[in-house]
């Protein structure tokens, strides 16, 4: 009885998990992919970035390359615009492409994240 | 302007975070178009663990690069030609080192406070993992894994840990016990950020005492650890790292309730004074005033507790100094007995069975360090604490009082001899233990006092190969100067597989009363044979982990055993009698024999599963004769899958626990209806949790006992608590049914 209880729960576990991923990655003309260049420094800017993005309307996937400091969005185009993404990302602290970074969230980075003023210098 | 931008960012951080960089030239060969390196972090315990995610960059340029989940990194020569590398991390300085034309291949060791500080564990690493480097088998438990089940305290922390277990001590006083190896948790030392805690009078109900929501991550070793800690070590070592001052989380609050009515809240907060001090303050608080009795035995199921606990601490950095301090202060009353009780009556008046514990306990610590500024490879820390302990309780007409007074001090000086390859610890500690503990008109009075000194030697080739050797002598005023010895050995056979293998010796005073006070909610009579030893044991451990690569994706297997062989222990005998429970010394064989595979594997993306299976051989002498430990499950399994959303946005948890049948204690001098069978039954136990994540909180809701498996007659003789045959000490399930809990989180960056 215990047994089959457990068995039950697990199925209806791992089905339920199944259908949100695949509800995740259902195709759609609505989704749209942006690349922003960034002011990101490190690893805590990323998950700053990405931590917030992550909760912006419309945004379906974040990812920033560290490397590249290019930030890849894929969004619903219907719910949110490229305009407001960088908006978005600017008012966390970091420029956006041309939308300079928000400066009193610039102001409340970590100081490891704020270094980035030397990049323009030169 | 450029280079005094740089030079006021990097002054900036050296006053926050204090840490040092050494640079290791491994070749020297020719040619360097190309970099390569592995960083490393420094934790205290002169462990090397390799970092990922930190930046590396050319400086004044914006080619960098990141190192991987191994650490490794690679990375061009730089376009102009500058020689410069920075290597940045969160919460650790960023550093500049000078790359000579013919290096190709560096090794950066990064550590923050090397004494006094644990690693920022960050997001990218599973939720618990082992390190690689560490030449002991650690696992490390991090907050995520600590969300997975979000109540309460420190002894709920392990629902989705293979290695510890976690079981009620009793029916009715709802304290709570761990076991480690298959040996109650006694013989494990328990530290706070490397400060031994919650011994002595505190085993029995501390791990109640630490907030799930405090804790930053907890570190498991088995076997055998460090002697820089102490002799007290047998069957491993839980270390339990608070949330700290100086990191990104500023704010936290947690609220929590669950249908029996628990309420729960918790509160976090740190401010940064200015470039040298920070501080933070924890708060907790939880009441549960709702008295349930779901099986009709007429006894609560679980105890009304009223907890507050309170903990400030400070922290200072500057330079080549580091110092913190904290105090904590925790009231705590807890009444259980039967339902009708009243806890405002005298207990020897009413003719109800009652039990009320009441504890305070107060904590102050400090901890300094120093790092020597010629030679960034020595340092030195000292570390105490004072720890005031009081308890005062009744279980029905049985009165037990005891209060502890400890003092602990550790001075240790770390250095290398010559090169990175040979390194040690070596110091002095004091400890000194004052009890008083009375049981009706009995007193237990005891004072120790133990200077103790310590050397640690660390050989690694570089490559393949680390040894641990430590030595420490105790001069214990009660029980003479006593030696511990301890060997680790740790060897890759290749990048996926690694051996480490340990022996060992610790020691531990007995608290006969305290750590067994959970037995006194019967009518059993305590009887102690004179003289109690010192207990005394060896641990024998082999730990092979093997890591095969599936899908991109790491499936760790890990396969171990571990033995612990009693010299002397002091034996809790409950069979000879079941009216009596005996103490005394250990004549004879007595033994824990560990076996257990684990594995954990992403199974598919943001899927993690972990699966374990453990067999526990425990044997002790018990009146002359060797037979299984009393309640110590013959087998555990574990099998857990977590999965996370993409971003993180729903987290689903489930965990099911598989519990081996236990020997149980002798009943069948007991009248027929109050005997219990030889072995319990094996059960399963599962759990589940969901949790929803927004930007700046998140909401759980989760059941334990999903399939609401209880013990049924946990008390025997429930309806005569007063008479001969009342016990509530064989407890081997849940007496709680299913739980349903759910909680809100909310935290400011």
């Given at each position: 009885m215990m047994m089959k209880t457990m068995k039950i729960l697990l199925i209806t576990f791992i089905l339920q998990m199944g259908f949100i991923a695949n509800s995740q990655e259902e195709k759609d003309d609505k989704f749209k992919e942006i690349e922003i260049k960034t002011s990101a420094q490190c690893e805590m800017c990323k998950e700053r970035i990405e931590k917030n993005m992550a909760f912006e309307k419309g945004v379906k996937d974040v990812v920033l390359d560290l490397e590249t400091k290019v930030l890849t969005i894929k969004y619903r185009s219907d719910k949110t615009d490229p305009g407001k993404l960088k908006k978005a990302v600017s008012k966390i602290g970091y420029d956006a492409d041309d939308v300079a970074a928000d400066p009193k969230a610039y102001e409340k980075l970590p100081d490891c994240c704020k270094k980035g003023g030397h990049d323009h210098e030169h | 302007m450029l280079n005094s931008n740089i030079e006021e960012i990097k002054m900036k951080i050296k006053n926050i975070v204090w840490l040092f960089i050494a640079l290791i030239l491994i070749s020297s060969d020719v040619i360097g178009q190309k970099i390569s390196g592995i960083v490393y972090e420094m934790t205290q315990q002169k462990k090397k663990v390799p970092l990922p995610g930190v930046n590396l960059y050319w400086l004044g340029t914006q080619q960098g690069t990141i190192s991987d989940e191994e650490g490794k990194f690679e990375l061009n020569a730089a376009l102009n030609n500058s020689n410069l590398l920075v290597a940045s991390f969160v919460g650790y300085l960023n550093d500049t080192l000078e790359i000579n034309n013919n290096e190709k291949s560096v090794e950066i060791l990064l550590s923050n406070n090397k004494t006094l500080d644990e690693f920022v564990v960050t997001g990218k690493q599973s939720n618990t993992f082992v390190s690689q480097i560490d030449p002991l088998y650690v696992q490390t438990i991090t907050g995520a894994e600590l969300s997975r089940a979000a109540c309460c305290n420190l002894s709920e922390s392990f629902e989705t840990n293979a290695s510890v277990d976690v079981a009620y001590s009793d029916a009715v006083s709802g304290a709570k016990k761990i076991e480690l190896l298959g040996l109650h948790g006694k013989y494990s030392q328990m530290m706070t950020e490397n400060i031994p805690n919650l011994r002595g009078l505190s085993t029995t109900y501390g791990l109640g005492y630490i907030p799930g929501t405090w804790m930053e991550s907890i570190q498991v070793s088995k076997g055998t650890s460090s002697v820089v800690n102490g002799y007290e070590s047998i069957t491993g070592q839980i270390n339990i790292e608070y949330k700290k001052p100086d990191t990104e989380e500023r704010l936290f609050l947690n609220a929590y309730v669950n249908h029996i009515g628990k309420l729960e809240g918790n509160f976090n907060g740190s401010i940064k004074l200015n470039n040298r001090w920070s501080t933070m303050l924890y708060l907790h608080g939880e009441n549960l005033n709702n008295k349930v009795d779901h099986n009709g035995d007429s006894f609560v199921d679980e105890p009304l507790v009223k907890q507050y606990h309170v903990f400030n601490r400070w922290k200072y950095a500057h330079n080549n100094y580091m110092a913190q301090f904290g105090v904590q202060l925790l009231d705590e009353d807890r009444t259980a007995g039967q339902v009708e009780f009243d806890k405002t009556e005298n207990p020897e008046n009413s003719s109800y069975y009652g039990i009320n514990i009441r504890t305070k306990r107060y904590q102050a610590w400090g901890k300094t360090g120093y790092i020597f500024n010629n030679n960034s490879e020595t340092s030195l820390g000292f570390i105490n604490s004072y720890t005031y302990h009081d308890q005062s309780s009744f279980f029905g007409l049985t009165r037990y009082n005891g209060s502890e007074n400890t003092y602990y001090a550790n001075l240790i000086l770390q250095s290398e001899i010559g090169s990175h390859k040979h390194k040690y610890s070596t110091g002095l500690s004091y400890l000194y233990d004052v009890y008083k503990e009375s049981l009706n008109d009995s007193i237990f009075n005891r004072m120790e006092s133990v200077p103790g000194v310590f050397f640690q030697y660390t050989y690694s080739n570089e490559k393949n190969l680390t040894l641990l050797l430590g030595v420490r002598s105790d001069f214990h005023n009660l029980y003479g100067t006593f030696i511990t010895p301890r060997v680790h050995v740790k060897y890759n056979f290749n990048e996926h597989t690694i051996l480490r293998s340990s022996i060992g010796k610790g020691y531990r005073s007995a608290n006969i009363i305290a750590e067994n006070s959970y037995l006194l909610a019967s009518s059993r009579n305590i009887i102690v044979k004179p003289t109690i030893k010192q207990e005394e044991a060896w641990n024998y451990g082999i730990n092979l982990t093997q890591i095969f690569n599936i899908n991109d994706r790491d499936l760790n297997i890990n396969i171990e055993f571990y033995r612990t062989d009693f010299v002397n222990q002091v034996v809790v005998d409950r069979d000879q009698s079941v009216s009596e429970i005996n103490i005394y010394n250990l004549d004879g064989k007595s033994f824990s024999n560990s076996y257990q595979i684990e594995a954990v594997y992403e199974l598919i993306p943001r899927l993690d599963v972990v699966a374990a299976f453990r067999y526990n051989d425990v044997q002790m002498t018990i009146s002359n004769k060797l037979e299984r430990e009393p309640l110590v499950n013959r087998y555990k399994g574990l099998f857990s899958l977590a999965y996370k959303t993409n971003l993180d946005k729903w987290q689903f948890d489930f965990t099911t626990q598989l519990n081996g049948d236990a020997r149980l204690p002798d009943t069948r001098e007991n009248p027929a209806i109050y005997q219990r069978p030889e072995n319990s039954p094996v059960y399963t136990i599962m759990n589940v949790q969901v949790t929803k994540n927004f930007r700046k909180w998140n909401i759980y809701l989760g059941v334990e006992n999903l399939t609401d498996f209880k013990q049924h007659?946990?008390?025997?003789a429930a309806d005569d608590p007063f008479g001969p045959h009342f016990d509530s000490s064989i407890v081997w399930g849940p007496i709680m049914g299913r739980k349903f809990y759910g909680g809100i989180k909310y935290w400011i960056n």
């Open positions: - | 007659d946990p008390v025997i």
